[in-house]
């Protein structure tokens, strides 16, 4: 008996150093340096893949970014297919406190419900409203995989001071009248990112008959899960409190990329705030510094279709990169954020895309109020801009900083107010307010 756990405890090692092994050749040999990008050639921004130069608004509606929409959905993210019986959505409310934090705002959980005659699939959706708001606010749509059921969105200890376990300062969002949303797009697919089949959750819905594996050009993990904030949008269009135009899709890392794929597919976003994203984000991959294109369908083939594998070796060849996916925001305002350390994300490449974004931007006569093609010094924020930009003191992550410059984007953009630091919110006029409403709804400040 001690032979075999002693054998046992082995293999456990055995695995687990595997997995760390693995893990580090995730990272082995990736570009760190400047030096070592290689000289590449962005795609044209305004030329279509025929050759024709772009020189309307028309023009790139209608040809170019239909057809760069069109590319990234089959060659980089995957399309939603067309189900073999129509699914249905249908939204149920399960939770309302009116009197959330105090009574600064009201707190409701919707479920909304994917079905058909083959399955149903269930996901939580959050929102939180100002209750002393007298029109529909803005919103920030925080996306993330699965913190509503996993309690991400409840208050935190009070030494937070208002923010949610997940980081979202609720707190200041609401006292200056701006929404938080938030939805678990981790219940429409899981499992393993390296496995050759993706199927289950959503899928079961969507499959053809006889069908086990997605198809080449159809939606990899994070179209799924674009799917799922779209459906969100769905589900707001039908209240009266958020102003579905004003809804800011907010997200990090894996789940910035998703946000900016969900916005250059569904117009109805009104606005993307980008957080240390990278490549499949909003960094070129022809830098091919950090994570690249290889690395990625090597080690996370299931994030993206199928299709992508075809470029792999072959970066050089994709007739897109990133700056055409962040043009394709346009004219809607985004505000593109980094770490300094944060090389796996490439910084500079996020830059240089949001450079090369521009031409569209100007196209609707959109401000875009970069001074030169050189990235700023770190911690220099654009705020006042159709792209807003900041490149902080930090690593792979969302800090306060963040938050700070997210809702003052909001508020500039979708609530004319001239952008306010923390300061100003919590001590207007140079009085501390008092964060807990009277009966009217309405903040006092303290004389």
Not at 143 to 168: A, F, I, M, P, T
Not at 273 to 289: K, P
Not at 294 to 303: A, G, Y
Request: overall charge neutral.
């Amino acid at each position: 008996m001690k032979n075999k756990m002693i054998r046992l405890a082995l293999f456990v090692v055995f695995l687990i150093s595997t997995r760390a092994y693995s893990q580090e050749d995730k990272f082995a040999g990736a570009l760190t340096r400047e030096s070592d990008v290689p000289n590449y050639t962005l795609p044209d921004l305004l030329t279509t893949f025929g050759g024709k130069k772009i020189t309307s608004i028309g023009q790139w509606e209608t040809l170019r970014r239909t057809e760069i929409v069109k590319f990234f959905a089959e060659n980089i993210y995957g399309k939603v297919p067309v189900p073999a019986e129509p699914v249905t959505k249908s939204f149920k409310l399960l939770f309302e406190d009116k009197n959330f934090m105090e009574g600064l705002c009201t707190r409701r959980i919707i479920l909304i419900t994917f079905s058909n005659s083959k399955n149903s699939l269930d996901m939580q959706l959050v929102t939180f409203v100002p209750n002393n708001a007298t029109k529909p606010v803005p919103a920030i749509y925080h996306v993330n995989h699965g913190g509503v059921k996993g309690g991400g969105y409840d208050l935190s200890n009070s030494q937070r001071y208002g923010q949610v376990n997940c980081g979202v300062p609720l707190r200041q969002l609401i006292l200056r009248g701006i929404g938080l949303v938030a939805s678990d797009i981790g219940e429409l697919i899981g499992g393993d990112n390296r496995a050759e089949v993706l199927s289950g959750g959503i899928l079961d819905l969507y499959f053809q008959p006889g069908q086990t594996n997605t198809k080449d050009d159809e939606w990899g993990m994070m179209a799924i899960w674009a799917f799922g904030l779209s459906s969100g949008m769905d589900y707001l269009e039908t209240q009266k409190e958020i102003n579905p135009r004003q809804v800011a899709l907010m997200g990090c890392s894996v789940l910035g990329k998703v946000a900016l794929w969900a916005a250059a597919q569904d117009q109805r976003f009104g606005m993307v705030l980008s957080n240390t994203t990278g490549h499949a984000g909003d960094a070129i991959w022809r830098r091919q510094i950090g994570e690249t294109y290889d690395n990625m369908c090597e080690w996370l083939p299931r994030w993206l279709v199928r299709n992508a594998q075809k470029y792999k070796g072959r970066v050089a060849e994709l007739p897109v990169d990133q700056h055409m996916l962040l043009a394709c925001i346009a004219p809607r305002p985004l505000f593109i954020s980094s770490g300094d350390y944060d090389f796996w994300a490439d910084s500079k490449g996020a830059w240089i895309s949001a450079n090369h974004a521009i031409p569209v931007y100007k196209m609707y006569g959109k401000n875009v109020a970069f001074e030169s093609e050189n990235q700023p010094e770190v911690n220099t924020v654009i705020m006042k801009s159709a792209i807003g930009y900041n490149l902080r003191t930090g690593f792979h992550g969302t800090d306060q900083r963040d938050w700070e410059n997210y809702m003052q984007f909001i508020e500039y953009h979708f609530m004319k107010i001239e952008p306010r630091d923390a300061q100003a919110v919590y001590y207007p006029e140079g009085k501390l307010i008092d964060h807990y409403p009277n009966k009217s709804g309405k903040a006092l400040i303290v004389r």
